[in-house]
């Protein structure tokens, strides 16, 4: 079955760090661009950066660049979101997702997502 | 950034009526949107990609259409387990952005 399993949320103070886990299973993971995306309580989607499937080219949402770091080991099948300096407003639940094959930017699978909660 | 405005932010109605949702971009977006259904406590689910495409699995009572700046999500005959939260999505440019959501419910 293809799935992605995140893990490495929870409550933590502002200006604190946290490294969330993608484990992905049931597809060749290193064939895959992957993603963040995260969503506030009670409010929208919002895309916070993604990755290519060797590693070789990143980017960020203005909001968490600096702050965020994205990488990924093909070898563990695994991706990662390193946050450091956070803030109040990155709380949210984090979602990994996948970019579907082909030339459409669409993410077709997505994990059950984490939740980050930044607050003293 | 591109701005994704979608409408109505809610909607009420019943079931087998047929729905409609629209999807505005701040600017043209070369037909690079994609739908997406999140229920309540679960991620998205993608349903709809380049503008008109049925996501595979994805029952053929949604569909999409639209071009440049204005797109339209529809489902012909709703039913009772499509009540959740729509979101329209563009990735002509980066960042990637999301309409804010259409919550649709049974009246």
Known sequence: ?120 | DIQMTQSPSSLSASVGDRVTITCQASQGINNYLNWYQQKPDKAPKLLIYDTSNLETGVPSRFSGSGSGTDFTFTISSLQPEDIATYYCQQYDSLPYTFGQGTKLEIK
């Open chain 1, 1 to 120: 079955e293809v799935q992605l399993v995140e893990s490495g949320g929870g409550l933590v103070q502002p200006g604190g760090s946290l490294r969330l886990s993608c484990a992905a299973t049931g597809f060749t993971f290193s064939s895959y661009r992957m993603h963040w995306v995260r969503q506030g309580p009670g409010e929208g989607l919002v895309w916070v950066s993604r990755i290519n499937s060797d590693g070789s080219s990143i980017n960020y949402a203005d909001s968490v660049k600096g702050r965020f770091t994205i990488s990924r080991d093909n070898a563990k099948n695994t991706l990662y979101l390193l946050m450091n300096s956070l803030r109040v407003e990155d709380t949210a639940v984090y979602y990994c997702a996948r970019e579907r094959m082909g030339p459409t930017d669409a993410f077709d699978i997505w994990g059950q997502g984490t939740m980050v909660t930044v607050s003293s």
